[in-house]
């Protein structure tokens, strides 16, 4: 079962302007990790923030988390083609057993318009 | 430093069939976790193994199984396949004192 739900589901911008996605989850976390996914491909890594972390960057990344409201959001600036793909959050965490076994949310799907 | 290496990446068998999948994690990696992907039900946790021990199991059927040998690499199998096994298996290496986790490219897997 999923941890938690992206929202939103679909999201469709132009080139050069910024995307938001969102993510909730349900049970305590140690960290929580944000991958890309291009049709078809494995999954690349991202971000990783960790549940003591409120905002983290990377690049034109930039991610945060609310351990409060159990959400956190990735903001990926002056979007180009290329980002193009799935996003998803996953969260590794205590109610698991362990911080190596993800939970995933239901992913979003950008897609930038040249 | 190679990634996450999976093969076969693409493989069709038979309901009945078995098979075999295998995954070579980052070097230095002790920790190999195997999750599976379908357009219902998402990306789901099977397995993790770690020194050779499964540590964690996620919720599927017996007929899901792994194993990890002394040199970190691993295997999953799959035993009497079902139409509804057929989906992107993908496998992720983890190691060091942090928790970020690497994946592969992923086997497609198709049963017919």
């Known amino acids: 079962s999923q941890q938690g739900e992206e929202d939103p589901q679909a999201l469709s911008i132009q080139e050069g302007e910024n995307a938001t996605m969102n993510c909730s989850y349900k049970t305590s976390i140690n960290n929580l990790q944000w991958y890309r996914q291009n049709s078809g491909r494995g999954l690349v890594h991202l971000i990783l923030?960790?549940?003591?972390?409120r905002e983290k960057h990377s690049g034109r990344l930039r991610v945060t988390l609310d351990t409060s409201k159990k959400s956190s959001s990735l903001l990926i600036t002056a979007s180009r083609a290329a980002d193009t793909a799935s996003y998803f959050c996953a969260t590794g965490g205590i109610s698991s057993g362990s911080a190596r076994q993800l939970t995933f949310g239901s992913g979003t799907q950008l897609t930038v318009l040249p | 430093k190679a990634g996450v290496t999976q093969t076969p990446r693409y493989l069709i068998k038979t309901r009945g069939q078995q098979v075999t999948l295998s995954c070579s994690p980052i070097?230095?990696?002790?920790?190999v976790s195997w999750y599976q992907q379908t357009p219902g039900q998402g990306l789901q946790f099977l397995f993790e193994y770690f020194s050779e021990t499964q540590r964690n199991k996620g919720n599927f059927p017996g007929r899901f199984s792994g194993r990890q040998f002394s040199n970190s690499r691993s295997e999953m199998n799959v035993s009497t396949l079902e139409l509804g096994d057929s989906a992107l298996y993908l496998c992720?290496?983890?190691?060091?004192?942090?928790?970020?986790?690497?994946f592969g490219e992923g086997s497609w897997l198709t049963v017919v």
């Open positions: 992720a290496s983890s190691g060091g004192s942090g928790n970020t986790i690497y």
């Open positions: 070097s230095g990696h002790r920790s």
């Open positions: 923030i960790r549940s003591n972390e």
